[in-house]
């Protein structure tokens, strides 16, 4: 018999012509994991809430959602209270978003068990301790007093799940528990939900839009897509053989790293378009207590070669965001030259000359950030060429003929960049950074916030302008799939030193650094019959502002000896790769 | 532009916003045609009609003040001047405001440090101490109430414009702007001072209703607008004293200055909800 | 583990008690509980807050009502205004009019119970012109021989020309004969002081429980902007019959407030009456609204330094005579001021007041013969004038000016501009007589004489703002200052008032009024022009 | 936190000299002296007293002299009030002022922010329409109108209570004017608590905290309370100024021996240095309660506090 029965489930928002969720069907027998995969819009979340009874007063309603038997469809408080924490927890998606900020983290635990008398009140601290040492905290006694803010993202994940679990709740939702989080800490807490439901035997409904996500953690799964349910079955079953084109399309725009990659396509020897040599960057932190350095970008060095695509990758902290930034002349840089087509160029964007700075644009993460929400789309394309070419007449022709090339229909040029869909509006970026001919792009997370087929259009996009025009792209992510899909070299960074800096496929082939090896390790593949990874890198990046002595790496890293404390290594090439490691000759780390 | 044009539009959407701007726009309207029709002046006394009560016949409909001034010239008069006073001692905050704002925000740095210091000192003064010194020892011209009541509001407009100035010299597209060449100016004028204008716009209409109340408290302790020349504020605060004898003297300006006062609340904090729906700036 | 006891502090259950604790602590601390009953207690509502107690330093009304209940001074007036003995029984003038002698009465004690004696007053008044003391008001004393030198630091205080001849006997010589030299001395500022303890203690002397006095009354608790109270002085010569117990002087700056504070049962008595609510009072409670006539007059003054002023009495007297004093009088204040057709009130003493040539033409006539006069100045439809009008800010100055203006407007065709300023920028302005063109100000006797109301345009008055300058005016007001016959000195008078008139440096528009809600209880209120009102002449009807 | 504190009150000194010069030039520039009157001194004496009070030195003489003195805590003799020092008459104010003026913030907080909570609580409903509406009226209608009303109705008519601050001993005498000055902060602040605490209550944090299973009013309480209030303790400051600004009127209408009245008087009468000693007791207060405003906020935000 199910646990969790949703029969004909549909929400509607008044003012929205179609359902957010529509007829949804499933269930979720006793100990099961079931995922629910979709791209943003598809309803998954609005379901989650649904059973959780946590949908706004403006949510209409209906069909039914019986827990054990019971209704939870219009049930009063009081009663989903009886269900929630007990019966069903729940884990959202941005823990730093979804804990109280002003509470201590031991507070926010110890509340839930004695608001469900779970446990005699003076027995809730020691409980809840209990829970957070569970979750893999470390030093639990001190992160109990512990405020949000003042811990890392997979940690405030962990205390998260520790949360939904201290009610030994029978199902746990988690919607998209891990997309906030660096990948190796991605691993990290889905190898903690494993292990925590082999022990309590609850019950999983993982929402995610990462076929990878699901492949390693779901039994069953169903894909959703505008509100409806598309098709159903276990994992294994649904990747084999889709039955729908929208899991098709997702399976094969599932970024993976076994695809073939980029390497060969790149003449040997090209110009070298961009040198970037021994470059640092440092911010100043704290206000009161004495100013600390942060230092972002350690020296770096780095030549980019005529329509060469160079993937900067990294988690959170590694400085390749900073690392773009300084290149481009957005911030300061403590030491080095940045030197384009053999000329140096000044530190500061601003002290640049006009034509340096037309050859080199960038494209930003968030694309609706980076478009004036006060200026037309065409206004933003043109806007380079009423810089650069206010005497020439044809502005206008030139923007029609540059929207259509990102692939923009003519007649939205008249929108504001608010009445666009998030790939509408990073293509007239795109446009934008392309319209003036650069030599150089740089691309700064680009499409880290686009689902997966748009992801795949733009990266089209931005091959097809290389072709084109022989243009050169830096490519900043922390989507290693991404990287495989599109570079020629890829440098990988932690705490803003280079780890390694190596053709696609040598890279992906035969990593030489055990960071880059831990990073390939940890990207979660979307077949469901490989096995995940059982044993993820352990520990987190260190405090930028006092990194450990020697190879910041090193503390969490399997193969570190003593040497790797005392010094930090330096980069050193090893056939056509430069690794800074000081172990590189001793260690194989090949699959 | 289009910040503004799209608040319109959004405005135009929310029927408190809309019903309050009709009724301000209409009030201003009755105040500025009113003189036109009405016969009686505001200042002129007449000693024959003393204190009369409202009535629907005789011409006073209002009624008659201790010197025999009709009431509804006065008031619409009072309105005129209240309306002017507020407005422009709004314009006068808005413009060093978001100058001064906009300034230390795109500035930044120590520049910003500097100027915010300056105003986190200003913000030490017990302001309203000098407003009435200035009252007291200069006289009470209009422009000197103006001033005053302007240096008050624009220490608020400028920490607004300042912070909204921040969150919008960080967002991507001042970035781009720069990567691609536009100039500091070019900057503030295209891209960020279009983006204030709606938050402007809203905190224009919150700080309106505030100069009314500072120009009222001004009649009030008897340095406000200088006769014969009314306001609002001054008939009010003259009602109350003969609140028991001639309750009209009171009531009638005290309603029209509290519609009036009622409609910008309610039109600023509409308009508000609607640039910045969670109320951060 | 004591995890959560820092947050549980600021939770929402444990802060709302603590408001509401907090709340009840400042309410209770402070308060003392209500004073007896038995004793007769009169609480007088006296205006703006007095700005000292001390004899040499105060000027305003306010801080003389209070100094006239502390102390006394050789004479004093009765409820009715008549002048009569107080610490002196009696005395002897010597026949030049320059020598006066007084026996002060043996009795007398100070709040200490020491006596007063002769050297207390001595010591008082070399105090008073003592430059170091910077008095302000020394109207009672510059007669005195010696007095000016002394002030202008020429002489020491010890020359000033008053004596103790013996312990109760005390002298005084003037430089010249002053025939309301008597009613000066009833002024504080000639109170005799407790040499000790003033010398001892400095300022702090008119602390309460150091202040020594020697009135009905003293000093029990001093609150600034709350209220002086005072108590009966049981040293007091004429204690048995002084009836009330204690006096509360309230500070009442805000006359509005000051007779809600009457009419909720607050105060037995207040300063004044707001005009607003007059008629209101009238009506509702007429036996308590007390006036009688003030020794004041409301005026407009011209900058007689301008020439379009100076050299133009006939435009002078056009805008007196189209003013209509009764209707402003009547109208516009009407709380029984008097319409203002000469200078010097009626009720002074020893005189008879003038009144304007046209005092009892037709409204008519006097506007045609004003519309006449306006023309013959020179000015006319095609060539009308504009004056501008300076007032301090009020309401009834306000009111006023623009009646004056509609006045002006309807019978000379005049535009007026009305300038109302602060009131010390006002005086600036006057004094300077440079941008000033008409002014209002009015003038209050500092002694029931109409020397007091004359004496202001003798040109070398600093007080004469109007620069009126008139030799045969200063020779008529010498002369009488050199008569000691009261009524021929009346005679002179009379005819420099003639003078004044005449010549219309200023317009008088009306003669103030003192207005007053006295209770029902209150016993013993007599109307004066002077508007005293001791407290040891009042009493008490019990409680019905 | 200490010495953030410490800085702060150094920071403040500037600010308080500035506020110092500034009011003097004022004072000083305005036309007339603290002892003209209708009736003009005879030189004489007008010499004698400016001597006495040392007017006939040069101003940055006058301004030197009175620094001297504030360092000293001496803010110098009153011009008019002359029995007593600038200090004296201040600090027998103070209490009267701060005790009015801390009810009224009091009497706001607890009013304000009650109505404004049920009204957050009991959104759209009539009770959240009742208190919305009052409280537009509340900030729509100025002190000046309210408070006389409030005499003539409860003092002079009912004779409930004291139409004065003086008129009574007891703590009736403190219910007007705590009232009419708590009046429109009652209006912003259950205004301002009820608009965070409705925008608390839609924050994911909150989302989570009913995922728990955790009842509303165990949410208010344990969750959304504080962060809720952080709004109303940045306008604490604002509030204190208003309530300080609002005395004059108060203290004026009910006859209360507060500092705020002082200051028209001071000025009319060219009190100059009663005037200068309140404006710079005001700058201080404010000085100081804008301390204590973001100490509290930082002790309240955790994000703040634990930078």
Redesign the interface.
């Known amino acids: 018999m199910a646990l969790l029965d949703v029969e004909n489930l549909t929400i509607r928002y008044a003012g929205s012509a179609s359902p957010a969720v529509e007829n949804l069907s499933f269930a979720l027998a006793r100990g099961e994991s079931l995922g629910i995969v979709g791209e943003s819009g598809s309803g998954k979340t609005q379901a989650a809430l649904a059973i959780?009874?946590?949908l706004p007063a403006n949510a209409k309603i209906s069909g039914s959602v019986r827990f054990d038997d019971a209704e939870l469809i219009g049930a009063g408080?009081a009663v989903?209270?009886?269900?929630?924490?007990?019966r069903i927890?729940?884990v959202?998606q941005?823990p730093m978003?979804?804990?109280?900020?002003?509470?201590?983290i031991?507070?926010?635990l110890?509340?839930?068990l004695l608001?469900?008398k779970l446990c005699a009140a003076d027995e809730a601290?020691a409980r809840t301790l209990l829970m957070l040492k569970k979750v893999g905290l470390p030093d639990p006694?001190r992160q109990?007093?512990a405020?949000p803010?003042?811990l890392s993202g997979g940690m405030r994940q962990r205390v998260?799940i520790g949360?939904a679990l201290l009610?030994e709740p029978d199902v746990l939702i988690a919607d998209e528990p891990t997309t906030a989080l660096d990948v190796t800490v991605q691993a990290q807490i889905l190898y903690l939900l494993r292990q925590l439901r082999a022990e309590t035997k609850a019950a999983l409904l993982l929402i995610t839009h990462d076929l990878g996500v699901i492949a390693g953690n779901c039994e069953r799964m169903f894909v959703m897509d505008r509100g409806e349910m598309l098709e159903e079955g276990t994992t294994r079953q649904v990747f084999a053989t889709p039955d729908s084109d929208k899991m098709r399309a997702l399976l094969t725009n599932a970024p993976t790293l076994s695809a073939i990659g980029m390497s060969g396509a790149l003449p040997e020897g090209g110009d070298p378009v961009l040198d970037i040599s021994e470059l640092s960057v440092s911010f100043s932190e704290g206000?009161?207590r004495g100013r600390e350095r942060l230092l972002a970008v350690r020296p770096i060095s780095l030549t980019i070669q005529k329509a060469e695509t160079v993937a900067v990758v990294g988690e959170s902290g590694s400085g390749k965001t900073s690392l773009a930034?300084a290149i481009?002349g957005?911030i300061p840089i403590d030491s080095g030259r940045v030197t384009f087509l053999g000329k140096q160029l000044p530190a500061a964007?601003?002290r640049r000359r006009?034509d340096s700075?037309?050859d080199?644009?960038?494209v930003?993460?968030?694309p609706l950030?980076?478009?004036?929400?006060?200026?037309?789309v065409s206004s933003i394309v043109g806007?380079?060429l009423r810089?650069?070419e206010s005497g020439r007449k044809n502005h206008a022709a030139l923007v029609e003929a540059m929207l259509e090339q990102v692939g923009l229909a003519p007649e939205l040029s008249q929108r504001?960049p608010h009445e666009l869909s998030g790939g509408q509006a990073q293509r007239v970026?795109i446009a934008?950074a392309l319209i003036l001919k650069p030599k150089v792009v740089i691309c700064d997370e680009a499409v880290a916030a686009l689902d997966g087929t748009v992801r795949s259009e733009i990266l089209l996009l931005l091959q097809a302008a290389q072709q084109r025009t022989g243009l050169s792209i830096i490519f900043i992510t922390h989507d290693l799939a991404v990287v495989r899909q599109i570079s020629h070299r890829v440098l990988v960074m932690y705490m803003g030193r280079l780890c390694e800096l190596a053709a696609n496929n040598a890279l992906f082939g035969r990593p030489r650094h055990p960071y880059t090896r831990a990073l390939l390790n940890a990207v979660p593949s979307p077949d469901p019959n490989a096995e995940p990874a059982n044993a993820p890198l352990p520990g987190e990046v260190s405090s930028l502002l006092r990194p450990p002595a020697g190879c910041p790496f090193h503390p969490r890293c399997q193969h570190a000896v003593g040497a790797c404390s005392a010094s930090v290594p330096e980069p050193a090439a090893y056939g056509g790769t430069i690794v800074a490691c000081h172990r590189a000759t001793e260690l194989d780390l090949r699959y | 532009m289009s910040a503004l044009s799209s608040l319109v539009r959004h405005a135009r959407s929310s029927r408190a916003v809309t019903v309050c701007a009709t009724m301000l726009l209409v009030i201003a309207m009755i105040s500025l045609i009113g003189p036109l029709i009405s016969n009686h002046s505001y200042f002129a006394a007449d000693f024959d009609n003393r204190m009369l009560a409202p009535t629907m016949t005789g011409g006073h409909f209002f009624g008659t003040d201790e010197l025999g001034r009709d009431l509804l010239a006065r008031t619409l008069s009072g309105i005129r001047v209240t309306l002017l006073v507020a407005v422009i001692a709004s314009l006068v905050s808005l413009g060093i405001g978001v100058l001064y704002g906009a300034v230390a925000g795109y500035i930044g740095g120590r520049v910003d440090g500097f100027m915010m210091r300056i105003v986190d000192g200003l913000y030490a003064l017990p302001f309203i101490f000098f407003v009435i010194l200035l009252m007291v020892a200069f006289g009470r011209s209009m422009l000197l109430i103006l001033i005053a009541i302007g240096a008050i509001n624009w220490l608020d407009m400028a920490r607004i414009v300042r912070g909204q100035t921040i969150s919008l010299k960080q967002r991507a597209f001042v970035d781009a702007a720069r990567l691609i060449g536009v100039s500091t100016r070019g900057i503030i004028f295209r891209h960020i001072t279009p983006n204030l204008l709606g938050v402007v716009v809203v905190y224009m209409t919150l700080a309106i209703p505030q100069a009314i109340l500072m120009e009222s408290f001004l009649s009030f302790l008897g340095l406000g607008i200088q006769a014969p020349q009314t306001s609002l504020g001054a008939l009010v605060s003259d009602g109350v004293s003969q609140m028991e004898q001639a309750s009209w003297l009171l009531v009638i300006p005290a309603v029209a200055l509290a519609v009036i006062l009622l409609c910008f609340n309610f039109l600023g904090d509409g308009l508000r909800d609607l640039v910045d729906p969670k109320g951060n700036t | 583990m004591t995890t959560s006891t820092h947050i549980k502090r600021f939770s929402a259950r444990g802060l709302l008690p603590a408001w509401f604790f907090l709340a009840l602590l400042l309410v209770a601390c402070g308060d003392s509980g209500p004073p007896s009953v038995q004793e007769s207690v009169l609480r007088r509502g006296n205006g703006a807050e007095p700005e000292s107690l001390d004899m040499h330093n105060a000027i305003s009304t306010e801080a003389g009502d209070v100094q006239r209940d502390l102390g006394e001074g050789l004479l004093g007036f009765s409820p009715t205004g008549e002048l009569r003995a107080a610490a002196a029984e009696r005395w002897v003038i010597s026949d030049d009019g320059l020598e006066y002698t007084f026996s002060l009465r043996p009795e007398a004690r100070w709040s200490n119970g020491e006596p007063v004696t002769a050297a207390d007053f001595v010591y008082s008044f070399r105090r008073l012109v003592d430059p170091a003391t910077a008095a302000l008001y020394l109207i009672s004393v510059t007669n005195i021989e010696n007095a000016d030198k002394i002030i202008a630091g020429e002489l020491s205080p010890g020359a000033l020309g008053v004596a103790a001849v013996s312990t109760h006997e005390f002298r005084i010589r003037l430089n010249s004969p002053v025939p309301y030299f008597l009613s000066l001395l009833t002024h504080p500022s000639t109170f005799p002081l407790h040499r000790a303890s003033v010398e001892r203690l400095g300022d702090e002397h008119l602390r309460a429980g150091n202040l020594v006095s020697n009135g009905a009354y003293k000093l029990q608790e001093r609150q600034v902007g709350s209220h002086v109270e005072l108590v009966r002085n049981e040293y007091y010569w004429d204690n048995e019959n002084t009836k009330i117990d204690r006096v509360v002087h309230y500070v009442t700056p805000e006359p509005m407030a000051e007779l809600n504070r009457f009419r909720a049962g607050e105060l037995d008595m207040t300063r004044t009456i707001p005009p607003e609510s007059f008629v209101q009072m009238k009506d509702e409670r007429p036996d308590e609204v007390r006036t009688s006539p003030s020794l004041a007059v409301y005026y407009y003054g011209f900058n007689l330094t301008k020439p379009s002023f100076r050299d133009n009495p006939k435009l002078r007297q056009a805008l007196s005579m189209a003013i209509d004093r009764e209707t402003i009088a009547d109208e516009v204040m009407g709380r029984g001021e008097t319409a203002a057709y000469g200078w010097v009130p009626d009720g002074t003493a020893n005189y008879q007041p003038r009144r304007f040539s046209y005092a009892d033409m037709s409204r008519k006539e006097r506007h045609h013969t004003a519309r006449q006069l306006y023309r013959e100045a020179g000015f006319g439809e095609n060539n009308p004038l504009t004056i501008e009008v300076r007032f301090n800010t009020s309401n009834v100055h306000q009111r006023i000016a623009a009646s004056v203006q509609a006045m002006w407007k309807e019978v000379l065709g005049i535009g007026t501009v009305l300038i109302n300023e602060e009131f010390h920028v006002l005086l600036a302005n006057v004094e300077q007589k440079d941008i000033t063109q008409v002014f209002r100000l009015n003038w209050s006797g500092e002694y029931n004489d109409a020397h007091t109301f004359l004496s202001m345009f003798e040109s070398d008055n600093p007080s004469n703002l109007t620069a009126y300058q008139s030799v045969e005016y200063d020779s008529l007001m010498d002369r009488a200052a050199a008569q000691t016959d009261p009524d021929r000195r009346k005679v002179f008078l009379a005819e420099a008032e003639g003078l004044l008139l005449n010549d219309h440096p200023a317009i008088p528009i009306y003669f103030y009024v003192n207005k007053s809600m006295v209770s029902k209880r209150v016993q013993g209120w007599g109307d004066n022009v002077l508007n005293y009102h001791y407290s040891q002449h009042l009493s008490l009807a019990a409680e019905e | 936190m200490l010495r953030y504190a410490f800085a702060r009150i150094l920071g403040a000194i500037p600010t308080l000299l500035l506020v110092i010069a500034i009011a003097f030039l004022m004072v000083h520039a305005a036309p007339g002296g603290p002892f003209d009157s209708e009736r003009v001194l005879p030189p004489d004496i007008k010499e004698n007293i400016e001597r006495a009070y040392h007017l006939d030195e040069t101003l940055p003489q006058q301004f030197y002299r009175y620094i001297k003195g504030v360092v000293r805590g001496d803010l110098g003799p009153s011009y008019r009030y002359r029995d007593f020092s600038v200090s004296e008459l201040i600090a027998g104010a103070i209490p009267v002022t701060m005790r009015i003026g801390a009810l009224a913030i009091l009497l706001a907080l607890i009013v304000g922010i009650s109505a404004g909570l049920i009204a957050a609580l009991r959104r759209n409903t009539v009770l959240d329409r009742l208190v919305t509406g009052i409280a537009m009226i509340g900030i729509s209608v100025p002190v000046f109108v309210f408070a006389p009303l409030m005499v003539l109705v409860f003092a002079v008519t009912l004779k409930w209570l004291p139409a004065s601050y003086t008129g009574s001993d007891g703590a009736d005498r403190l219910l007007l004017p705590v009232i009419a000055l708590a009046m429109p902060q009652i209006a912003f602040i259950a205004r301002l608590t009820r608009a965070s605490l409705i925008d608390v209550m839609n924050s994911d944090y909150v989302r989570t905290a009913k995922a728990q299973g955790l009842k509303t009013l165990s949410i208010v309480r344990y969750h959304a309370f504080r962060p809720a209030m952080l709004p109303l303790i940045s306008y604490l400051g604002p509030a204190f100024a208003a309530v300080l600004t609002g005395s004059v009127v108060v203290e004026h209408v009910f006859g209360v021996p507060g500092v705020g009245r002082f200051l028209i008087t001071a000025s009319a009468n060219r009190d100059y240095t009663l005037v200068l000693g309140i404006t710079v007791f005001y700058a201080a207060m404010v000085v100081f309660l804008n301390l204590v405003v973001d100490l509290l906020y930082a002790f309240v935000d955790p994000r703040v506090r634990t930078r």
């Open positions: 959780m009874g946590l408080a989903l209270n009886q269900y929630r924490a007990r927890a729940m959202f941005d978003a979804a804990l109280n900020p002003y509470v201590r031991g507070d926010q110890r509340r839930i608001e469900h601290s006694e109990y007093r405020f803010h003042q998260m949360a009610g206000r009161l930034r481009v957005l964007v601003s006009h700075r037309r080199l644009q960038m930003f993460q968030d950030a980076s478009l004036n929400p006060a200026m037309r806007e380079p810089v650069h504001y970026a934008r």
